[in-house]
């Protein structure tokens, strides 16, 4: 079974917005961090948004003031706003967790959802 499970992705014009879900099977208690990577084909997979249990949320200084990532009890999300076309790319979730004091932290990706952003 897959535990991450995204989607939300899709075909949007310039301006658009889009809301990116990311379904953790497991559940978030032992989550201690979730974020979103975004990769365009070629190019390094780069961080979008990260937000830590107990902290402020982190962005990448091209999306900061039009994305939002946030978090419930089973899901990650991406709020996309003002979309430009430099925003397509896959979009793949992570989430961070640590089962148990002794356990290290290990990191769940989803399978990635393409978002394509026309001009």
């Known amino acids: 079974q897959v535990p991450l499970v995204e989607s939300g992705g899709g075909l949007v014009q310039a301006g658009g917005s889009l809301r990116l879900s990311c379904v953790n099977s497991r559940g978030m208690r032992s989550a201690v961090a979730v974020g979103w990577y975004r990769q365009v084909l070629g190019n390094e997979r780069e961080l979008v948004a990260r937000?830590?249990?107990?902290?402020t949320p982190v962005y990448a200084d091209s999306v900061k003031g039009r994305f939002t990532i946030s978090r419930d009890e089973r899901t990650v999300y991406l709020q996309m706003n003002s979309l430009k076309s430099e925003d397509t790319a896959v979009y793949y979730c992570?989430?961070?967790?640590?089962?148990?004091?002794?356990?290290?932290?290990?990191?769940?990706w989803g399978q990635g959802t393409q978002v394509t952003v026309s001009s």
């Open positions: 992570t989430v961070d967790v640590k089962p148990s004091i002794e356990a290290p932290i290990s990191r769940l």
């Open positions: 937000l830590s249990s107990g902290g």
